[in-house]
C-alpha cells in the first residue's frame, strides 16, 4: 500500500483548463510536486517545462510530465481530461464525448491510486463527477467536481460592481447544476451580514426584481459569451481548483458549493452544487441554506434535469 504524499497533486488533462490549473498550482505553494498526464505526452511535456521555468520565480518545486502509475501517492487528482465546450455548444452536449472519455481514464486512475481525492473540473462536470463516482468506486466524499465554485465567484463578483463593495464581503451561492438550470440562492445572500435587498437599499438600489434577474442570467451566460470572445474560459476555473486544492492540503474545513452526490429526502442519486464543508478528507457534509419554496423547486427541477442525463448516458 502506497503512502498518500499530502504535498502532490496530479492533473489528468494537459488542455487549457489542466494546464492554466498547473500554473495556478505552482503559484499557490500548496504543492511540492505536480505530475501532468495528457494522451499526447508531448504536450504534457511542455506545459510542465514552461511552468516549471517560471520556478527561479517561486517557490522550489518538481513538476514533471508522467505516466499513470506515477500518481499512485497524489493526495489529489485532478481530472480536466476532455473535449472543450464549442461556441453554441451548452454544457450537456458535451455530455456523451466525455463520459466515454471518463469511461477509460477512471479506471487507469484508480487502478494506481485508490486513496486519494478524485476533483473532477472537466464539463458537464455533475455527470461527470456522478459518472467517476461510479467508475471509481471511491467514497462519496473523495469524488466531487468543481460544480458552481466558479458561478458563485462569478456572483459575487457581479454583486460586488453592481454594489459597490469587496467581492470578498459578499455571501452568496449559485447552486445546483454547473450549467442551465443553475440557481441563485437570493434567499441566503447577505454583505457581511445584512440581508441584500436590505444592503441594495443602502446603495442606493431599489428595483430588485430587475437587478437580480439580470445578474443571474450574467452569471449563466458568462461561459458563453467568454467562449464567443475568446474560444474558452480557463483563467477562473484555474483559481476555483486553486482554491478547492486550498481548503483540501490546509484541512481549512471551508464552505464551498462543490458538486457531489446528494443524499437528502428530496434530492439523491445525482451529483449538483450545494454549499459543503470541505477539508483534507474531502467533503464532510453540506451545509443547509435557507432557500424559498421557488428556489426548492428550481433545485428539485435542476436534480431531475440531471437525472434524465444520467440516464441516457450511464
Not at 7 to 13: E, L, P, Q, S, Y
Not at 109 to 133: E, F, M, Q, S, W
Request: net charge negative; charged share 25%.
Amino acid at each position: 500500500m502506497v503512502e498518500i504524499n499530502s504535498r502532490k497533486a496530479a492533473i489528468v488533462g494537459c488542455g487549457f483548463v489542466g494546464s492554466a490549473s498547473a500554473f495556478a498550482l505552482m503559484e499557490s505553494h500548496l504543492f511540492t510536486e505536480l505530475v501532468l498526464i495528457d494522451a499526447d505526452r508531448n504536450r504534457a511535456e511542455g506545459e510542465a517545462l514552461d511552468i516549471s521555468h517560471g520556478l527561479p520565480f517561486s517557490k522550489p518545486m518538481r513538476i514533471y510530465a508522467g505516466e499513470y502509475q506515477d500518481i499512485s501517492d497524489a493526495a489529489v487528482v485532478i481530472v480536466a481530461a476532455g473535449a472543450g465546450q464549442k461556441p453554441g455548444e451548452t454544457r450537456l452536449d458535451l455530455v456523451k464525448k466525455n463520459v466515454g472519455i471518463f469511461k477509460s481514464v477512471i479506471p487507469e486512475i484508480t487502478k494506481y491510486n485508490r486513496d486519494g481525492i478524485l476533483l473532477i473540473v472537466a464539463n458537464p462536470v455533475d455527470i461527470l463527477t456522478y459518472a467517476a463516482k461510479q467508475l471509481s468506486g471511491f467514497p462519496s466524499n473523495r469524488v466531487f467536481g468543481s460544480g458552481t465554485v466558479l458561478d458563485t465567484a462569478r456572483l459575487k463578483y457581479l454583486l460586488g460592481e453592481h454594489l459597490g463593495v469587496d467581492s470578498r464581503t459578499i455571501h452568496a451561492f449559485i447552486i445546483g447544476e454547473h450549467g442551465d438550470s443553475e440557481i441563485a440562492a437570493w434567499s441566503s445572500a447577505n454583505v457581511s451580514g445584512v440581508p441584500l435587498h436590505k444592503f441594495c437599499e443602502m446603495r442606493g438600489h431599489f428595483e430588485h426584481d430587475a437587478a437580480t434577474e439580470r445578474i443571474a442570467e450574467d452569471v449563466k451566460n458568462s461561459a458563453y459569451r467568454i467562449i464567443e470572445k475568446k474560444k474558452a474560459t480557463y483563467y477562473g476555473i484555474a483559481m476555483s481548483v486553486r482554491r478547492i486544492c486550498e481548503a483540501i492540503v490546509r484541512d481549512e474545513k471551508s464552505i464551498l458549493p462543490v458538486s457531489s452526490i446528494q443524499n437528502t429526502p428530496d434530492i439523491s442519486d445525482v451529483a449538483l452544487s450545494m454549499p459543503a464543508i470541505v477539508g483534507r478528507h474531502g467533503v464532510e457534509c453540506t451545509v443547509p441554506i435557507e432557500l424559498s419554496d421557488e428556489e426548492k423547486a428550481a433545485l428539485k427541477q435542476s436534480a431531475d434535469t440531471l437525472k434524465a442525463v444520467i440516464a441516457d448516458v450511464l
